[in-house]
């Protein structure tokens, strides 16, 4: 039984012909309209959903032979059958090389002709059907995704926010600095999957600090230079820890989340922009959140404070382009604001 929906477009250069098919196709319950050419049939496709085309293939002006391709390509959705003289037989096959559905020769058997229109309604609802299925399992499977990175993020969230609990100085530092290195990613225009993994390695920066021993990491006194060494491991370990969880770009940033941008840090490879965007950006957030929070070497900044030794450091520690950003960005991000009490000003956060 054809549905309702289903419109047919017999293309013939011959009135008799169309009409008899149309009596046929019509009698069937098929909603049939007619073209007499190639340009007639091009139109009738733009202005209405056609699910099938009889096409004649010797047609004055553009043949069907010729209008084949223009239809498949255009309209891969409509099902064609092409209408030829027994002679044509070769032909027809090449058509269906090309994208034919079927086709049905004069003087047509109209039995013949209904069943072959049939046969393609069919096989393209199936088509159609399996295309939708598809689409659905692939919504589907993006969902289940989604959903699964969820709840992987909310577990290393939470492995984050007990590796900093155990520390009161370094408490919400991580979801911080991911807030204010997001602000600064939208601000420089990063695309989403970007932003993504900028997400991720802000997040996840100071993973390595698991590593470092409590002591040396609350020392209130001036650092060794073995002691500042191990605490600046962090960043290497903390890259090993989340590669096997993280692509190659997350993995990076966090590598190289302490570079300076003139490449004057410890043990630096890279410099200026051969440092990951995301590094010199969390680089940015990083030191910001530090020189705002208590440490256990120094009681907090004035964000004013803050933002006038970020200024200073733009060029030597830090991407000029990123401090532009950075200084457009500040005033809309939620910062606690503190008072230098005591000690030097930290533009270089041991973490
Ligand atoms: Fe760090």
Known sequence: MPSQQEILLIVDDEPAIRSLLRQKLSGEGYLCQEASDAEGTLNMLTTSPIALVILDIKMPGKSGIELLPEIKSGYPDTAVIMATAIIDINVAVECLKQGA??????????????????????????QLELRGYQQFLEEKVEEQTGEIRKVFLGAIEALVSALEAKDKYTGGHSRRVTELALALGNELGLSAKDMEDLRWASLLHDIGKIAIHQVIQNKTGRLTRG????????????????????????????????????????????????????????????????????????????VAEAVHEIKQ?????????????FLKTVGSVTTRAGSLKSGAPDAHPRG
């Open 101 to 126: 559905d079927d086709y049905i020769c004069k003087p047509f058997n109209l039995d013949e002709v209904s069943l072959a229109v049939q046969r393609a309604l069919d096989r393209r609802r199936l």
């Open 227 to 302: 002691e500042y060494e191990h605490i600046m491991t962090h960043t290497h370990v903390g890259a090993l820890i989340v590669r096997p969880l993280v692509n190659g770009k997350i993995t990076e940033m966090i590598e190289h989340h302490h570079d300076n941008y003139d490449g004057s840090g410890l043990h630096q490879v890279i410099a200026g922009r051969g440092i990951p965007l995301g590094a010199r950006i969390i680089a940015v957030a990083d030191a910001f959140d530090a020189m705002t929070s208590d440490r256990p070497y120094r009681s907090a900044m004035s």
């Open 313 to 325: 450091g733009a060029g030597t520690q830090f991407d000029p382009a990123i401090i532009t950003a």
